[in-house]
């Protein structure tokens, strides 16, 4: 019987899964996301942004994020979606 001794490849964190997704909705350089980053004044992000990073986070981690919820940095992204998929 044979035995991989490959090691599985390194798992991205939730916070660096999370900042992909959102530079990756304005092709925005990684530098310019950091978790104090305001989503509308930092990024220029506006509504239809934000929803479609929503909806890219709900299927990426199978969660559910309420509508009330305030997400305005890309830290309290990180935060919320960290905090709820480890429950998931």
Known sequence: MYVSTITPAHTPTIEQQVFRIISK?????????????????????????????ILELERNFSITIPDEVPLYTVGDFVRFVRAHAAAA
């Open 25 to 53: 909705r304005k092709a925005i350089r990684a530098s310019r996301v950091r978790k104090t980053a305001s989503l509308s004044r930092d990024l220029r992000f506006d509504t239809v942004d934000v929803v479609d990073i």
